[in-house]
């Protein structure tokens, strides 16, 4: 097949175009580059399956020849990002949404979105289901990223109806692994450059709050078998193991070997207090349930970080 895939510099997305590579598939890599690199990309440039494409997505998009599927990740994905991004996160999951589900409509192509756990905003459902419409505060700092992914994900289904599109939705649950920016605000990455560097590991709120983390090549594996199935509503993709904080804050002291210590600070404005995924429907859609232990994709994230940031390299104990 030859595939599109949007935000194909990030880490997400650059590890999907490293499965479709592998799988044989000719992948079309579009990205600004505005959170993404094309370090992420180096090992497929002389590759003749693999072509990048240096485009906005919220801007008219054009692709030469046939198109399988056009598979939609761009986006700043952390706060960090959209906070610092709030008009370009707003305009590349509508515009960019409507450009890209609109090419896919003209090539005859089946159409992939990454959607995410956010749209659940400060859940009171727990764990959450695809049936919960969510808690979000619309106007609030998060609201430029909730708000615009449960726009995409209702133009998505509206093309589905309207035009008899076939598409697909995930929902993403806090995903880790090797090529996660180091200072992108992400908890992961944040604990882990802490560490590393001897700096305290900024706990935000009291640490109880809790979150799921799935390793990058589960959730890349899930993709691919949503890919091969016909359904068209939202699927959750995550880890449904709870971890507080401050229990992630200690792992990662004790695999760094980090002498860090552990600071408070005051929780940013409607950041959720427990983010859980049912992943029932992934189960019985897709046979599918995440399978990297946290301690082990922990250390293959930490090996990653110290041989590939220069920055982190010299721990202090």
């Known amino acids: ?178 090529r996660l920016r180091f200072n992108d605000g992400r908890v992961v990455s944040n604990f882990i450059a802490q560490a590393l560097t001897g700096k305290p590991l900024t706990i935000y709120g009291d640490g109880r709050q809790t979150r799921s983390f799935q390793y990058v090549s589960d959730l890349v594996e899930g993709i691919m078998r949503l890919m091969g199935v016909e359904f068209h509503e939202p699927v959750n993709l995550g880890n449904p193991q709870e971890r507080t904080v401050l229990e992630l804050a200690h792992l990662i002291k004790e695999l760094t070997d980090s002498k860090s210590e552990i600071v408070m600070k005051d929780l940013p404005v409607d950041d959720p207090k427990r983010r859980l995924p049912d992943i029932s429907r992934a189960k019985k859609l897709l046979d599918w349930t995440p399978e990297k232990d946290l301690v082990e994709g922990l250390k293959t994230t930490i090996a990653w970080y110290k041989e590939h940031m220069p920055q982190l390299s010299t721990v202090k104990k």
Request: aromatic share 8%.
């Open 1 to 178: 097949m030859r595939i599109l895939i949007t935000g194909a510099a990030g880490f997400i997305g650059s590890h999907l175009v490293d499965r479709m590579i592998d799988d044989g598939h000719n992948v079309v890599a579009m990205d600004n580059l505005v959170t993404g690199t094309l370090a992420n990309l180096a090992q497929h440039t002389a590759n003749t399956r693999y072509e990048f494409m240096h485009h906005n997505v919220s801007h008219h998009i054009h692709v030469s020849g046939p198109l399988d599927w056009v598979v939609h990740f761009a986006s700043p994905a952390s706060p960090v990002d959209y906070l610092e991004l709030p008009i370009e996160t707003l305009k590349v999951n509508s515009l960019g949404t409507h450009n890209t589900l609109g090419l896919a409509l003209s090539k005859n192509a089946k159409y992939f979105l990454a959607s995410t756990s956010e749209v659940y905003g400060d859940p009171e459902v727990h764990p959450q289901p695809e049936s919960y419409w969510g808690n979000v505060n619309p106007i609030g700092p998060r609201g430029v990223y909730d708000e615009s992914k449960r726009f995409a994900e209702a133009i998505t289904m509206a093309y589905h109806h309207k035009h008899n599109l076939n598409t697909r939705i995930i929902r993403i649950f806090n995903c880790y692994g090797p």
